[in-house]
């Protein structure tokens, strides 16, 4: 804590408040979202592909969690102090997406041991195009710390940009060098109130240019209690 205070005072102070506002949020009632049990089909009726498609993800999914846990670590959720590694419906929905729309910005917030990003990668790296920016403001404590994206081998590491800090401090700035954007996905902190921060920023770069070959991609949570809509997301 002390060394983050020394190199990082802003997102300190950005975790504090994020913490507080998370705190207030759960004093509401959560959210009665429905899950959509066709979401995988009709993901691909959007996408305009056969379902059942995206077979390569079934033979790559154990292949990269069984290296990670014959590595030593324990996959799954909350094994990432509280934070949950990506599960395999989020990560077969990014595969899926990169494949298929041949994303050539994505920008993801939450990083974590990194699955997400390793299937964003490897399917960029069957695209033979595309470049990823990860911002990721990892837990303080120094043995997470140097787990943070252990799932990314270094020979995909070129179409990698790892941005280390809050989405609040960089998601802005970065938006605006990147201009358009292909492919957002929101892994990071699940609170209404930076989740909201997130996607209003990344909706108005995704798709100004050619709106069918955008997309906004999201975990959502218990945490999230939201009464207000969020962008029209229809999926
Ligand atoms: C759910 S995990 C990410 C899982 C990852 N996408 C995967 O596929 O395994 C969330 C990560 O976001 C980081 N995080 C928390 N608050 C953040 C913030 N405000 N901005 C960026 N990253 C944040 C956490 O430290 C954690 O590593």
New binding site residues.
Partial sequence: MVSAIATDPADLW?RAL?KFSERRERRRPPCQYQAEPDWEPRLHSLLGVAWPACLEFQGLWPKIIGSLTASGLQIGPQS?GP????DTG??RDIWCLTRNLRPAKVV??????????RFILEAMECNGTGHLWS?????TNPELQRQ?GA?VEDRLRDRGSYIRG???RHLPGLLHELGQIDLFLH???HSER?VRFELDRAWGRCGQAAPRSSTISM?TGASIRSRKPFPAIHL
């Fill in positions: 950005i994020e990432f934070w949950n590694d990506g989020l990560v993801e917030t939450g990083v974590a041991r990194g699955l997400t990003s911002i990721d403001l990892p837990p943070v799932a809050s989405s609040r892994d990071s902190l930076n975990r």
